[in-house]
């Protein structure tokens, strides 16, 4: 009897999550989905939907678990006025004097797989390369490197090197494995981005995510 509720318990906790999932006979475990009317894609149990700090064109961010970690919003004094600002802070490391916390309830993370919905307005996604790459030349801390896959679908892989030869920094170079999908004149860009030194701890998982998506 006691299996019994133990078994029905844990049934009725994957009946009401949120979140459903399925059972990937290649991975040997389950793993949560995410759908819509447009697209579908699948992540590990220890991701999790992240909606804070959303921007621009982005349509979802997902993010391993233990990587989430609480900011504080301060008021900062810039040019005489006041203006917000988002920063780790540990609470044994003093504040700036001229800084004010007025919220630490913010979930915030340096590691995602997260996906831009970008129109192409009448162009092709050659030509949204194209851009790309322009713009890419004209900071020197920057490598491209694109693998076209088919017409609608690239490759594409960033790495910010975040220093220069001056001051030979490179603590915050970050790197970018980007897949670019168009759907017509929807373009998809699902990009894994992180720190260059937690890149290697989670590309099996974002190569799982990325993999996953399909219209």
């Known amino acids: 009897m006691k299996h019994?509720?133990?078994?029905?318990?844990?049934?009725?906790?994957?009946?009401?999550?949120s979140v459903?999932?399925?059972?990937?006979?290649?991975?040997?475990?389950?793993?949560?989905?995410?759908?819509?009317?447009?697209?579908s894609l699948k992540y590990p149990r220890n991701w999790e939907i992240i909606d804070t700090t959303k921007k621009g064109n982005r349509i979802l961010q997902l993010t391993p678990s233990k990587e989430i970690f609480k900011g504080l919003r301060y008021l900062d004094y810039a040019n005489g006025k006041i203006d917000t600002?988002?920063?780790?802070?540990?609470?044994?490391e003093p504040i700036a004097e001229n800084l004010q916390v007025i919220d630490k309830n913010i979930d915030m993370t340096s590691t995602y797989v997260y996906i831009n919905k970008i129109s192409?307005?009448?162009?092709?996604?050659?030509?949204?390369?194209d851009?790309?790459?322009?713009?890419?030349?004209?900071?020197?801390?920057?490598?491209?490197?694109?693998?076209?896959?088919?017409?609608?679908?690239?490759?594409?892989?960033?790495?910010?090197?975040?220093?220069?030869?001056?001051?030979?920094?490179?603590?915050?170079?970050?790197?970018?494995?980007?897949?670019?999908k168009s759907d017509g004149q929807k373009l998809y860009e699902l990009v894994y981005y992180t720190t260059e030194f937690r890149y290697p701890v989670y590309i099996d998982d974002a190569n799982y995510i990325l993999r996953s998506f399909e219209f």
């Open 85 to 92: 600002i988002r920063k780790r802070y540990k609470e044994d």
């Open 120 to 129: 192409l307005n009448g162009k092709t996604l050659q030509d949204y390369l």
């Open 131 to 180: 851009f790309k790459l322009e713009n890419s030349k004209k900071n020197s801390n920057l490598e491209l490197d694109f693998k076209k896959i088919a017409d609608n679908f690239y490759i594409v892989k960033l790495y910010d090197k975040a220093y220069n030869a001056n001051n030979g920094y490179k603590y915050s170079s970050s790197r970018y494995k980007v897949y670019l």
């Open 20 to 39: 459903p999932s399925v059972y990937d006979a290649n991975l040997g475990k389950r793993v949560l989905v995410y759908t819509t009317v447009d697209f």
């Open 4 to 17: 019994f509720y133990i078994i029905f318990f844990t049934l009725v906790l994957l009946s009401c999550s």
